[in-house]
């Protein structure tokens, strides 16, 4: 149980044009999902906090006009990275907070991940 | 705020030697730990977690120590096996709030 994916895995794509992550839990219910960031041999670092149904919660110094994030069911939230550049090259990671588990309230069960690569 | 560390970037150690993986928090209201192992190009596995109530908890050859007076916990991976192999990072948060990860320690086995 606690599954959940990310599409696409990986995405090329030029400078200027917007890339679109999706996140999904499959076989439970996340009013609270997140996002993260993660450059190579760096810890995870939170973007922002998604919660279904209301406008997200960005970390301090994440641009929400450039990052936009919709939660708009139970199972779903994206990413949207707008006119992207290369420095937003990296490997961003959702995770989503299983409220109804076994596990604590705190637990989250992170994707797989998606790298992208801006040219 | 919150801010979890590790003392050891790297870890080796060999086939069938046990291993700790050592983490330090800052914030004393901290109640509830968690253990993730991330392998090259993936996302963090859950592993293992703890609340501050408890001070010892046991998975599948994995043991957490919780030290609440010193602030640090502990990570042991008994038998070691070559797919242990990866990036190990602490998280800790308060009761209903974000988690803060740590900077990760690489778990390398040798062979």
């Known amino acids: 149980g606690a599954v959940v994916s990310q599409h696409p895995s990986w995405v090329i794509c030029k400078s200027g044009t917007s890339v679109k992550i999706e996140c999904r839990s499959l076989d439970f219910q996340a009013t609270t999902m997140f996002w993260y960031r993660q450059f190579p041999k760096q810890s995870l670092m939170l973007m922002a906090t998604?919660?279904?149904?209301?406008?997200?919660?960005?970390e301090q110094g994440v641009e929400k006009d450039k990052f936009l994030i919709n939660h708009a069911s139970l199972t779903l939230s994206t990413l949207t990275v707008t006119s992207a550049h290369p420095e937003d090259s990296s490997f961003y990671i959702c995770s989503a907070r299983d409220n109804f588990g076994t596990s604590g309230q705190e637990t989250q069960y992170f994707g797989p991940g998606t790298r992208l690569l801006v040219l | 705020g919150e801010s979890v560390g590790l003392h050891l970037p790297t870890l080796s150690v060999q086939e069938g030697d046990n291993s700790i993986i050592n983490c330090a928090y800052s914030?004393?209201?901290?109640?509830?730990f968690i253990w993730y192992k991330q392998e090259s190009g993936k996302g963090p596995q859950f592993i293992i977690d703890?609340?501050?109530?408890?001070d010892k908890r046991q998975g599948q050859r994995v043991t957490v120590l919780l030290n609440k007076t010193v602030k640090h916990l502990s990570l042991q991976i008994a038998a070691t096996q070559p797919g242990d192999s990866a990036v190990y990072f602490c998280?800790?948060?308060?009761?209903?709030?974000?988690?803060?990860f740590g900077a990760g320690t690489i778990l390398r086995v040798k062979s």
């Open positions: 998604s919660n279904e149904g209301s406008k997200a919660t960005y």
């Open positions: 703890i609340r501050s109530n408890m």
């Open positions: 998280a800790g948060a308060e009761y209903g709030n974000k988690l803060v």
């Open positions: 914030n004393s209201a901290s109640d509830y």
